[in-house]
């Protein structure tokens, strides 16, 4: 078939990477559109199922789209067992380099043995099917592993990304009545010690339904152990109840598998729920085909397993794919900035996936740091996160990839639980645009109707079918699913996204359209900077806006009014962003804040921050009739 012709800086895969890939792109395109179910009926084919599902799709409760109804499988189980039956018993399934240096590579035998140890220490501390169990760590194995032991008990895990701090924490633990707390004595972070058993323990007092709170030894710094509720993690893996036999819990399709806590327009962060069967399915087929996984390769997601990129990326889809995945422990320039680029020589790592604002701090170290490594090891690479400009994807292209690697640019939410909008290795590419929906998926860009804009033409990103890993609803909070995602466009589903598209069909995605703000590809809300902010004695308002920054992408500015009697000074500016770090996390400081008198507001109170973002660019702020003052 002749290659379409289309306009713009387009960049067409090789021969050798098209002909290597496992997509082939043209047969699934076409397969997928015309009968998306039978796609996804025949990718969960390649899966274990303990007994097979009467429905692909069931969506007689809309949009509560269920998914393999009346299948019983265990993603666990697909993870490992099916592996260890097989010549992969060996394999390696992580690899793992400490910041330290340390390293470990775990065999599929030896992850399945680990996991199956823990599964049995849970169920010794009284976790059953359905139990919450947090998970609050670095990057280190236990995490992946005490992950692996919850599904397989059927547990639904929360892990809590170890960059957030007290409040986030108790947060989390209060709204999953989590009853085990898996943590770390601390994380290192650049070689400086991140306390993150002292965190929990403040975030305990807060919370109250934790019993037993499992302590993984990383740092091996003094911490506190409170007695009848605190168990060092080795210690309870030496007990014989950890022994290695545990048979994989035969969930349902529908069961979930875990909550995953995300930043929405307003209120408290709130709990995804995923399940184990449609989850299982989307995440295995969207990494076999965009990241073309083979036998022989090394992949590295350089995400956090507390976000939903690992969760996918680094755990659950490498293992379901039979992969060898690589974690690294720590900061990307420490001690040097040629760490990452070390380790893909080191390991001969084949596949790395990123986010842009990693890629625009090691632009500014220049090229000479990964010109001094050998990277032809390398043949895909990956972005994630935010949109990805031009001159950052050029020079990941150029200088990582050598002209040669594709990459990725994969748009998706922790919603969608894997890749929606993204180009496969066949694809040609345009800098800064996930190129087209991933095959079976349905999505477009509308106006404020609903109604498709034209080419070209800016408006919302909406997702017009259901899709296996999609999210099942917020837990506790079925009415917040509905309203947030399906209430604005019925029967579609609303991204938060604006996007356009060009004349060729690719999507370019702008941003959000919420108040949610993208800090280095971490997504958070203006209401917890706010909440945070207004915490602490001194304040007694509070608006908190995203703005554009080289590296980080957006950064966060706040504006604070103090309460009567209180003195602006300097001190105490620095006083309120440690404040921030202090109860949400480092990630969430304020770039800047400036005291006010007053903030703009609707009659109705609400704070009109796209005024303020107006403002502090010196733009035009639009329509101010609602404005109160
Ligand atoms: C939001 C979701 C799912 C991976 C990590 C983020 C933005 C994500 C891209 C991309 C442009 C992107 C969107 C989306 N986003 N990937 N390739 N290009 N924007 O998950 O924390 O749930 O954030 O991240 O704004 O809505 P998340």
């Known amino acids: 078939m002749a290659e379409q012709k289309l306009s713009g800086d387009v960049f067409y895969p090789s021969a050798e990477i098209k002909n290597h890939a496992n997509a082939k792109c043209d047969e699934l395109y076409k397969f997928a559109s015309k009968e998306s179910l039978s796609f996804w009926s025949s990718e969960a084919d390649n899966l274990h199922w303990f007994k097979k599902w009467d429905k692909v799709l069931d969506d007689s409760n809309k949009p509560f789209f269920k998914w393999f109804t009346g299948g019983k499988t265990n993603i666990c189980y697909n993870c490992l067992d099916v592996h260890v039956k097989t010549f992969r018993r060996n394999k390696l399934a992580f690899i793992w380099e400490g910041e330290n240096g340390e390293s470990l590579s775990l065999s599929y035998f030896a ?38 032991a919850c599904a397989r008990i059927g547990a639904v895990h929360s892990v809590v990304y170890g960059g957030f701090s007290v409040e986030a924490l108790h947060e989390r633990l209060e709204d999953s009545q989590s009853k ?27 919370a109250a339904t934790v019993q037993s709170v499992v302590v993984v030894k990383r740092t091996g710094h003094q911490i506190n152990m409170e007695q009848g509720r605190d168990m060092w993690y080795h210690e309870l893996m030496a007990l014989p109840i950890a022994n290695s036999f545990c048979p994989a819990e035969k969930t349902d399709a529908e069961d979930p598998l875990f909550l995953l806590y995300t930043s929405g327009t307003t209120g408290k962060p709130k709990a995804i729920l995923h399940t184990h069967g449609g989850y299982m399915v989307g995440i295995y087929s969207t990494l076999k085909y965009v990241f073309d996984i083979h036998e022989d390769d090394r992949f590295w997601c350089a995400a956090d397993p507390g976000w939903i990129t690992g969760h996918s990326y680094i755990v659950y889809g490498p293992l379901l794919n039979g992969a060898t ?8 320039s420490y001690p040097f900035p040629n760490r990452w680029w070390q380790m893909i020589e ?18 500014r170290y220049g090229d000479a740091w990964p010109n001094r490594h050998d990277l032809s090891s390398l043949r895909l690479l990956g972005s994630v996160g935010e949109p990805i400009n031009p001159e950052a994807w050029k020079w990941y292209h150029r200088v990582i990839g050598k002209e040669k690697c594709p990459i990725m640019d994969t748009w998706w939410q922790t919603e969608t639980g894997m890749f929606m909008i993204t180009p496969m290795p066949c694809t040609p590419l345009k800098p800064g645009s996930g190129t087209k929906p991933f095959p079976g998926i349905e999505a477009d860009i509308v106006d404020d109707n609903g109604n498709p804009v ?23 909070d079925p009415d917040r699913y509905v309203n947030q995602y399906w209430s604005k466009y019925p029967g579609m589903y609303m991204t938060g996204d604006s996007a356009r598209k060009d004349d060729d069909g690719y999507f ?59 003195n602006k000074t300097d001190t105490l500016v620095e006083e309120l962003r440690q404040h921030v770090g202090h109860e949400v996390g480092p990630i969430a400081k304020p770039e800047h804040i400036e005291i006010v008198d007053s903030l703009p507001k ?23 009739s609602t404005l109160e003052e």
């Open 346 to 363: 080191k390991y001969g790592i084949n596949i790395l996936y990123t986010a842009p604002t990693a890629i625009r701090g090691f632009m």
């Open 111 to 148: 992850l399945k043995r680990e996991t199956c140890r823990f599964a049995n220490v849970l169920k010794g501390l009284g976790i059953q099917k359905g139990d919450r169990v947090t998970i609050y760590m670095g990057r280190v194995p236990e995490i992946i592993i005490a992950m692996l």
């Open 602 to 624: 609707t009659r109705s109170g609400k704070i009109m921050r796209r005024v303020l973002k107006a403002k502090a660019l010196g733009l035009d702020p639009g329509n101010l």
């Open 180 to 206: 085990v707390l898996v943590v770390a004595d601390g994380a290192f972070q650049r070689g400086k010690i991140v306390e993150l058993k002292k965190i929990a323990d403040e975030a305990l007092q807060r």
């Open 325 to 332: 995945s690589f974690m690294y422990e720590g900061a990307p």
């Open 508 to 566: 370019w995605i702008i941003g959000r359209v919420d108040d949610v703000i993208k800090v280095s590809g971490y997504r958070l809300g203006t209401a917890e900077i706010e909440s945070a902010l207004v915490s602490h004695p001194s304040v007694a308002e509070a608006a908190a806006i995203g703005l554009p920054h080289d590296v980080k992408g957006n950064a966060i500015h706040a504006y604070v009014i103090l309460k009567t009697g209180v």
């Open 454 to 476: 034209k080419p070209n033409e800016e408006g919302f990103l909406v997702i017009k079918t259901p899709w296996p890993a999609m999210i099942r609803t917020i837990y506790n």
